[in-house]
């Protein structure tokens, strides 16, 4: 909901680009959130979210024919009512957890590409930072305290029902906080030590800025600047979430317009696809608008008689082996972690879930090799930003066929990869974006002084090189994450099938 201004009368306060920002006297800021330390004036796009990832595409459709009347009410009655409506239609019923997951796993990312440079670093060089702001505490704490740095969020408290641990949709008392409210809150936390700076970007603030040593307004601009990602407190590696751009007004308008004829599309392209041989979906994929790119030289298939390669690739998305299959024009087997049997049933090509014994699956693995060629995944996890996780050096140790496989692709609508959500729809999110791209680039095969068997290095060295290969193909940062990191941080469990689904 796009924020209005009181721009008649004569600002009471500086603009920020006046604040000294070399004076290092100042210990601490209240500052307000939305147009403030966020370029954006409105929080829309931020409720839909939680709407939809904690809620439901009903429950956002909901919210989004529920907008110009949350407008009017902003403009002509007050924005406490405007903000309580919106709390009301995005959070009443749903339980308590899945708000702080979407809160903590969705919403970052969409904040994080939103923050004001100028506003921030104010912000930054306070030693004591709080947030005062309308929106509900739950929904900013996460993201103001691990990527802003912030010590404390004052934010409006939504009402819980403590025997279902579900929102009511309503909010405690003192209720929505805004104008004389915020004041309160700032007295409150600071007692007598006021802040010596506070920042807002509207008339509501001006009630507690005045009581601080200083009070600077940000204004509106279109020429505003975001801060670069790399100065935020925390780096952005995961995050979860079925939107790639953020939900204003106008693009989940688009969207939901979009979804009946993309959902209809991504069936074709699935099942028209489907039963076809692997040497013809190579050139369907561009009748149905789907790019795909290939460089490399791909290898051949092995003799009979002969092992097969062992196809070692970055992970995106859970298509990437069928994509490689593709893109060989031939089947390959490949092995999973968490996918569920009624998704490998549906597979088009042969796959095999890992049973997370070792020597188990290291069997399993050489017998799949004595076949054909495979693919493996070394990361165990999809990762949406431009990063390589950890890789198990398992595969290591069971071939010197290595073949890395870089892979990237390019979604404008929707990510095809999900924590939370049901995995089988991942393909179908995927193909429901209008033009989506599939790079795949096929390296050299690794050097047998470089293989644990006639090279006799280590399997972690020989995981290590190859992952330092396909990070410097892709142009990705290397990290020491783990599946598990991903799946704790995002989902509140370790990704294993049995936890993810005992969570709901």
Not at 369 to 392: A, H, I, M, N, W
Request: aromatic share 10%; charged share 25%.
């Amino acid at each position: 909901m796009a924020k209005t201004t009181a721009a008649a009368a004569a600002p009471r306060f500086p603009s920020i680009e006046k604040c000294d920002r070399s004076d290092e006297n100042r210990h601490s800021i209240a500052a307000d959130l939305d147009g403030t330390l966020l370029i954006s004036r409105s929080s829309f796009p931020y409720f839909m979210l939680v709407a939809i990832e904690a809620g439901s595409l009903l429950r956002g459709l909901v919210l989004l024919l529920a907008f110009p009347l949350i407008a009017v009410a902003y403009v002509f009655v007050s924005e406490a009512l405007a903000i309580q409506m919106l709390i009301y239609i995005s959070f009443a019923g749903l339980k308590v957890r899945d708000i702080e997951l979407a809160s903590r796993a969705v919403l970052p990312r969409f904040y994080a590409a939103d923050v004001r440079a100028e506003s921030y670093e104010v912000f930054e060089r306070c030693k004591r930072k709080v947030i005062i702001t309308a929106n509900p505490t739950i929904m900013v704490e996460p993201f103001v305290k691990d990527f802003l740095g912030g010590d404390k969020v004052i934010g409006t408290e939504i009402e819980v029902d403590p025997a279902t641990r579900k929102a009511t949709g309503f909010v405690k008392k003192p209720g929505v906080l805004v104008g004389k409210l915020k004041k309160l809150g700032v007295l409150k936390e600071f007692g007598d030590e006021t802040p010596d700076i506070g920042i807002g970007d509207r008339e509501s603030d001006h009630d507690f800025m005045s009581i601080c040593k200083e009070g600077y307004m940000v204004p509106p601009s279109k020429t505003a600047k975001p801060l670069p990602l790399d100065r935020l407190k925390s780096r952005l590696i995961f995050h979860d979430g079925r939107f790639v751009q953020r939900p204003t007004p106008l693009n989940a308008l688009i969207t939901y317009i979009w979804l009946p004829f993309g959902f209809l599309l991504s069936i074709i392209r699935v099942y028209f696809n489907l039963p076809l041989p692997e040497r013809i979906v190579r050139y369907t994929y561009g009748m149905l608008g789907i790019n795909l790119v290939i460089r490399g030289h791909l290898p051949p298939a092995p003799s009979p008689g002969s092992p097969g390669n062992l196809y070692v690739c970055n992970h995106r998305a859970s298509l990437d082996p069928i994509v490689i299959a593709i893109a060989l024009g031939r089947k390959v087997s490949c092995v999973t972690y968490s996918v569920s049997k009624f998704s490998r049933f549906f597979s088009p090509i042969p796959a095999v879930a890992l049973t997370r014994d070792r020597a188990a699956d290291a069997a399993m693995i050489k017998a799949l090799l004595q076949k054909g060629d495979l693919v493996v995944c070394p990361e165990g996890t999809t990762c949406r930003e431009p990063y390589l996780l950890r890789f198990s050096a398992l595969f290591a140790e069971l071939s010197d066929r290595i073949v890395p496989v870089a892979i990237n692709l390019k979604q404008n609508m929707f990510y095809g990869t999900t924590v939370r959500g049901v995995k089988f729809w991942d393909a179908y999110f995927y193909f429901m974006n209008p033009r989506p791209t599939y790079e795949l680039t096929f390296l050299d095969k690794i050097p047998e002084e470089m293989t644990c068997g006639a090279g006799g290095k280590s399997s972690i060295e020989v995981a290590n090189h190859v992952q330092k290969i396909l990070g410097g193909a892709l142009g990705f940062e290397l990290t020491q994450l783990t599946r598990k990191d991903k799946y704790m941080l995002l989902g509140g469990n370790d990704g294993k099938v049995e936890s993810m689904y005992s969570k709901k």
